[in-house]
T-cell receptor, first 109, second 114 residues
Framework: GQNIDQPTEMTATEGAIVQINCTYQ??????LFWYQQHAGEAPTFLSY??LDGLEEKGRFSSFLSRSKGYSYLLLKELQMKDSASYLC??????????WGAGTKLIIKP | DTAVSQTPKYLVTQMGNDKSIKCEQN?????MYWYKQDSKKFLKIMFS???????INETVPNRFSPKSPDKAHLNLHINSLELGDSAVYFC?????????????FGPGTRLLVL
């Protein structure tokens, strides 16, 4: 079956760095997405990886290892507004997105 | 200048009723989706349309019927609502159904069945 695993909840301190891990098992692979979802709001796109390596976008970076079925989202210089759920999703061979349940990130002052 | 819009935002109704949720996108995208997000926060794909043609139809009760009058609209009609249908329903769109296309989500419709 197809599966996405990520931690349910993480806590970090304002100004610090946090890494959210995601492992995936899909029938075929056509890229890995990270979305941010604030409570009561819609998911919004953060990053996309299809090749191995690190993609950096400001305070956020995303890493992919296709051989390990593994990705992480790295958030630097954490701000209170980064408190949200972070959803990992992988595209399978049919280009269908398979979603994880999300990691709720709590930022403390 | 809303990209993906849904109506209504909140929907409270009785079991057994029939209701519709509307979705419109003004991004010029070819592909639209309906997702259900339950209390555990899993996003589950329900349907996907590409240029008004159904391309994904997951295992969803046939009480749920999508309708796409044109490629900018994808509506969801639900017959005989049940308690388990209570969830947040998100509409999304992407330029196409291909590999790299990012999906853009509407604000969600919070459905509560009493």
């Amino acid at each position: 079956g197809q599966n996405i695993d990520q931690p349910t909840e993480m806590t970090a301190t304002e100004g610090a760095i946090v890494q959210i891990n995601c492992t995936y098992q899909t029938s075929g692979f056509n890229g890995l997405f990270w979305y941010q979802q604030h409570a009561g709001e819609a998911p919004t796109f953060l990053s996309y990886n299809v090749l191995d390596g690190l993609e950096e976008k400001g305070r956020f970076s995303s890493f992919l290892s296709r051989s390990k079925g593994y990705s992480y989202l790295l958030l630097k210089e954490l701000q209170m507004k980064d408190s949200a759920s972070y959803l990992c999703a992988a595209k399978d061979s049919n280009y269908q997105l398979i979603w994880g349940a999300g990691t709720k990130l709590i930022i403390k002052p | 200048d809303t990209a993906v819009s849904q109506t209504p935002k909140y929907l409270v109704t009785q079991m057994g009723n029939d209701k519709s949720i509307k979705c419109e996108q003004n991004l010029g995208h070819d592909t639209m989706y309906w997702y259900k997000q339950d209390s555990k926060k899993f996003l589950k794909i329900m349907f996907s349309y590409n240029n008004k043609e159904l391309i994904i139809n997951e295992t969803v009760p046939n009480r749920f019927s999508p309708k796409s009058p044109d490629k900018a609209h994808l509506n969801l009609h639900i017959n005989s609502l049940e308690l388990g249908d209570s969830a947040v329903y998100f509409c999304a769109s992407s330029l196409s159904a291909g590999e790299v296309e990012t999906q853009y989500f509407g604000p969600g419709t919070r459905l509560l069945v009493l």
